[in-house]
Each structure stands twice: as C-alpha cells, then as structure tokens.
C-alpha cells in the first residue's frame, strides 16, 4: 500500500509562498505521475498541477506561472512551490499518485493513491 505523505501548508498572506512536498513511504514514485489537488471548503476537489515519470508538467490556468511542481525521484518526494498566493487558494491540497508515469492527466479518477492533506491558508 502506497503512503504519501504531505508537510509544508501553512498560513501565509496574500501575495506570500508556500512550499509543499509529498513524500512517498513505501514504493518508489518514479513510476508514476503525480498530481497536486486542492478542496476548499464547499467545494469539489479540484486539479491544481502534475508532474511525469520524465518531468512534464500540466498545470490549472489558476495557477499557471505562480505555481511550479517538480520531483526528486531519489528523494522519492514531490514538491509544489506556491508562489503569489491569493487567498482563494486557501484549501487543503493533497498529492496523489497515477500509474501513468507518461501522462500528466488532471483527473482525479486516474490517481490511485492519496495523501491525508495539508491546509494552506491565504489571508487578505
């Protein structure tokens, strides 16, 4: 059973940055694509970025140029830096992991596993 696991969330101001990462604890991540989704209160989960097997990436048009992912297959851990955060990015954000290691898709019925989530808060 794969276990992904998420630090770095915080509370930040508007216009601040964030830095998560996702650890992988049993299995290596290299095999797999990872995605980064977030659920803000009422909302449904959506698709924030995500990253391959080779590094290609697919990002949310929310996030595009703020947001960057990327991976350390050695580390087996994955990162999303978050850069000028607004405050309707505050959510919990969760990695997953799909067994489509060349294909950055953004639907959350191809990820397998979950992390527990970390909350991020912006304040205006």
């Known amino acids: 059973q794969e276990q992904l696991i998420e630090s770095g969330g915080g509370s930040v101001q508007a216009g601040g940055s964030l830095r998560l990462s996702c650890a992988a604890s049993?299995?290596?991540?290299?095999?797999?694509?990872m995605g980064w989704f977030r659920q803000a209160p009422g909302n449904e989960r959506e698709f924030v970025a995500a990253i391959t097997r080779t590094g290609n990436t697919n990002y949310a048009d929310s996030v595009k140029g703020r947001f960057t992912t990327s991976r350390d297959n050695a580390k087996n851990t994955v990162y999303l830096q978050m850069n000028g955060l607004k405050p309707d990015a505050t959510a919990i954000y969760y990695c997953?992991?799909?067994?489509?290691?060349?294909?950055?898709?953004?639907?959350?019925?191809?990820?397998?596993?979950w992390g527990q989530g970390t909350q991020v808060t912006v304040s205006s």
């Open positions: 997953a992991a799909a067994p489509t290691p060349s294909f950055a898709t953004f639907y959350a019925s191809h990820y397998t596993y």
């Open positions: 049993v299995r290596t991540l290299s095999n797999y694509t």
